[in-house]
């Protein structure tokens, strides 16, 4: 069996947390783990603050309170995402306007944010797909222009980069996971990335459940209080203690994971050559992490099959995102904002495949074989037409 996902153990995760569990000082929240984690973070990739949470989802709920999202606003974002870069802003009362996304990188249409704004928008929030950027340049140029904040979901994106900048550092506020089906995980976790110094001490104060206890146990103030609102945004000690032997060792992850993502890309090329696959696309400004190695086949019904063939030879191959508009929440509450030309269409036939920590080569040969006898199985019951994929 080869599995989709291993969580990835590397380094001195257990050693920490033995560390931790024989010291048993704080198990809580921002002890000094957290605190380690944090600034490493601030150290890789140059975020002038960043605050660990419970999850992305967390850090993209505290994005929307500091950006003051209130009932009526609206934020423009793509479809093709994760339920919870939408569900974040709507908790606060917004209405979500999807754009189309790009063919090639499956990120947001930079050039369809601008007919999409509105008197009543307030934020963009790009989503940087499998850990290759969208156009930043053009969405900061926009948000700009308009007074909009701007959010990046970067969930996949940590260790990524847009023209030498790292993912979650270009925008306002930048959200990172840490699940365990991320690059670096601890199981379930996040982080905030405060790239807008203005909003620093009120990310705090929310993220410790609306007080200022932050400042307290800095000793600017000799009692804390309840002073905004907020909630329980800290992740456990434990698991800070995990992710730290994870970011210590975050190189060597990334150069394992790209290694494996250039083998299956230069073994399945021969596929795409003939017309039966098309490959991802890096656009040469953006320096990816290999979050995910995925293929685009001709429709669904072929995606279908192939997913189901290749469980039969024990292989973990899934989908991704069905677009968020077309769900029974998104009719309520958002709108897709012109036509839906590439996001359904790209989001039926694309297809991850296993991408983890230490997935060897024989592995990778395994899946690539198993694709090859898909196709070249002339009595699957499919007729395949050969160079029907036209070009991006």
């Known amino acids: 069996m080869i599995p989709f996902n291993i969580p990835a153990v590397v380094g001195k995760e257990a050693y920490y947390l033995n560390e931790l569990i024989n010291d048993r000082v704080k198990f809580s929240g921002d002890g000094i783990f957290t605190q380690k984690c944090s600034a490493l973070i601030e150290s890789l990739y140059g975020a002038k603050k960043v605050l660990l949470t419970t999850s992305c989802t967390h850090a993209l709920e505290m994005a929307a309170i500091l950006i003051d999202i209130q009932p009526g606003d609206e934020v423009i974002m793509p479809s093709y995402t994760f339920v919870s870069t939408a569900n974040a802003f709507v908790l606060r009362g917004a209405k979500i306007i999807f754009v189309d996304i790009r063919p090639d990188t499956m990120n947001i249409d930079e050039m369809k944010i601008e007919e999409a704004i509105t008197t009543r928008t ?10 290759v950027s969208c156009e930043m340049d053009i969405i900061m140029q926009i948000a700009n222009k308009y007074n909009l904040m701007v959010v990046e979901d970067a969930a996949q994106g940590v260790n990524s980069y847009y023209k030498g900048k790292a993912l979650g550092t270009i925008g306002h506020l930048g959200c990172y996971s840490f699940h365990e089906t991320k690059n670096y995980n601890c199981g379930e976790g996040g982080a905030l990335l405060i790239n807008d110094e203005r909003f620093i001490e009120r990310a705090e104060i929310i993220r410790e459940k609306g007080t200022n206890r932050s400042k307290f146990f800095r000793g600017q103030v000799d009692k804390y209080g309840w002073v905004d609102i907020g909630s329980s945004y800290l992740p456990s000690e434990l698991n800070a203690a995990y992710l730290y032997g994870q970011l210590e060792n975050a190189e060597l992850i990334n150069q394992n ?7 299956y890309y230069e073994k399945l090329q021969a596929l795409a050559d003939e017309g039966y696959i098309n490959l991802p696309v890096v656009p040469e400004i953006c320096r990816h992490n290999a979050h995910m190695f995925y293929i685009k086949v001709r429709d669904l019904v072929e995606r279908t099959e192939l997913i189901e063939y290749l469980k039969i030879m024990e292989i973990g191959a899934v989908f ?5 508009h077309s769900s029974i929440a998104g009719q309520n509450y958002s709108v897709f904002h012109g036509e839906d030309i590439v996001t359904t269409q790209e989001s039926d036939v694309l297809l991850r495949l296993p991408m983890y920590y ?8 395994v899946v690539v074989d198993a694709i090859k006898s898909f196709y070249k199985n002339e009595n699957r019951g499919v007729h395949i037409e050969r160079n029907y994929i036209s070009g991006w």
């Open 122 to 131: 307030k934020a963009i929030v790009p989503v940087h797909y499998a850990g």
């Open 257 to 263: 994971r790209l290694s494996s993502w250039q083998y």
């Open 320 to 324: 991704h995102y069905i677009p968020l």
């Open 358 to 365: 230490n997935l060897t080569k024989s592995d990778i040969m």
